[in-house]
C-alpha cells in the first residue's frame, strides 16, 4: 500500500500491518484505491491544477484534431500559442461561430480562434491554410487511475489530505453510517475551500472560461 492508502486505514481504525479486511494486496486494497482515484480525478477536474503542455502541428485543411494523451485524459484547453505568429489565440464555441460565420466550416487561413467539441476533439477557426505552424496548448490533464502502491498518484501534496477524507467518507457511506460520511465529506470539502461556497451559495466557486456573451469578429 502506499501513504495514501495506509492513512486511508488509519483513520478507519484498520491494523496497516496486519489488515483485517483490506488486505496489502491489489486485490485487497481495490475499494480504497478506487475511492482515492476518484478522489484525485475530480479534485483534479475542480481545480485545473494539472496543467500539461502540448504542441501542435496544424495541417492545411485541417480544421479538427483528437487528442490521445498517454498519462491521463483531456481535461480543456486553458490556452493555446502560435509558435509562427506569435499570438494567442482565443477561446470560442460553435455557438459563435454559427453567429459569426455560418460558413464558418469553409473558411480558411491563419488560425485565430480554437474551440473543444465533446471529450477529446479541439477546432481551430479558420482551417489552417498550411501545414507550417505549430500550436502549443496548455491543457488540463486528467489523470489516469493508479493501479499499484508503486505507480506515481499525480496529486499535489496540498490536497493529499482532501483526497484522504473523501476516500473515508465513502468507506463510512458504505457502511451505511451516513454521520461519518458526512462529516468526511465535510472535510474534503473544507480543503479543497469549497465548503465556504456550500454555505454562501451566492459565492459557489465555478469554472469560468474568457468567452464573450456574444458573437464578436474573432481577426
Known amino acids: ?8 486505514l488509519e483513520i478507519i481504525g484498520e491494523n496497516t500491518s496486519s489488515p483485517d479486511v483490506f488486505t496489502d494486496d491489489d486485490t485487497g486494497m481495490a475499494p480504497i484505491r478506487d475511492s482515492l482515484n476518484d478522489a484525485i480525478q475530480e479534485i483534479v477536474t475542480l481545480t485545473g491544477l494539472k496543467i500539461s503542455t502540448y504542441p501542435l502541428p496544424l495541417r492545411q485543411a485541417q480544421m479538427f484534431y483528437r487528442f490521445s494523451l498517454n498519462t491521463g485524459y483531456f481535461g480543456w484547453v ?3 500559442w502560435s509558435v509562427n505568429r506569435r499570438r494567442r489565440l482565443e477561446q470560442t464555441d460553435l455557438v459563435r461561430l454559427n453567429a459569426y460565420d455560418t460558413r464558418w466550416m469553409n473558411a480558411s487561413g491563419e488560425p485565430r480562434s480554437y474551440f473543444q467539441i465533446g471529450l477529446d476533439v479541439l477546432g481551430v477557426y479558420p482551417k489552417p491554410g498550411s501545414t507550417s505552424n505549430i500550436l502549443e496548448l496548455k491543457i488540463v490533464e486528467i489523470p489516469k487511475a493508479y493501479t499499484s502502491d508503486t505507480a506515481r498518484v499525480n496529486l499535489r501534496a496540498d490536497f493529499e489530505y482532501a483526497a484522504i477524507n473523501y476516500a473515508v467518507a465513502e468507506y463510512w457511506a458504505g457502511r451505511g453510517d451516513a454521520n461519518s460520511a458526512t462529516d468526511y465529506f465535510g472535510k474534503y470539502l473544507a480543503a479543497l475551500g469549497l465548503d465556504e461556497g456550500l454555505r ?6 465555478r469554472l469560468r472560461t474568457e468567452k464573450e456573451n456574444w458573437p464578436r469578429d474573432t481577426a
Do not use: F, K, Y
Open 1 to 8: 500500500m502506499n501513504r495514501l492508502e495506509q492513512t486511508v
Open 78 to 80: 486553458v490556452g493555446a
Open 200 to 205: 454562501n451559495r451566492d459565492r459557489i466557486p
